[in-house]
Nanobody, 126 residues
Framework: QVQLVESGGGLVQAGGSLRLSCAAS????????MGWFRQAPGKDREFVAA????????YHANSVKGRFTISRDNAKNTVYLQMNSLKPEDTAVYYC???????????????????WGQGTQVTVSS
């Protein structure tokens, strides 16, 4: 079993920055893709960013491109989301997710991922 634990959320003013971390643990941990999703109150969950665990290739949603950056530390089994120039519309619960199945390649779909963290709240005040 794989556990994902997010940290780093909090309250920040518009224009500020936060860095989210997601630590993966478990004897059987492996990954093809790790991703970040978010869900704001009353809205559907949406894709934020993803990273290929082996190649390091990254993908970012248009809404965060140029402001957010996903990265990973393979040795620590940890993925990060650096969030800069935060806006009130970035307010949401942010979830980390892992996919360890080789043929699930649609990184922007929640259904691709078979492990999820509990989420961390990010609130951006105006």
């Amino acid at each position: 079993q794989v556990q994902l634990v997010e940290s780093g959320g909090g309250l920040v003013q518009a224009g500020g920055s936060l860095r989210l971390s997601c630590a993966a643990s478990g004897r059987t941990f492996s990954s093809y893709t790790m991703g970040w999703f978010r869900q704001a109150p009353g809205k559907d969950r949406e894709f934020v960013a993803a990273i290929n665990w082996d190649s390091g290739r990254t993908y970012h949603a248009n809404s965060v491109k140029g402001r957010f950056t996903i990265s990973r530390d393979n040795a620590k089994n940890t993925v990060y989301l650096q969030m800069n120039s935060l806006k009130p519309e970035d307010t949401a619960v942010y979830y980390c997710a892992n996919n360890d199945r080789a043929y699930y390649t649609s990184y922007f779909l929640g259904a691709t991922y078979n492990y999820w963290g509990q989420g961390t709240q990010v609130t951006v005040s105006s």
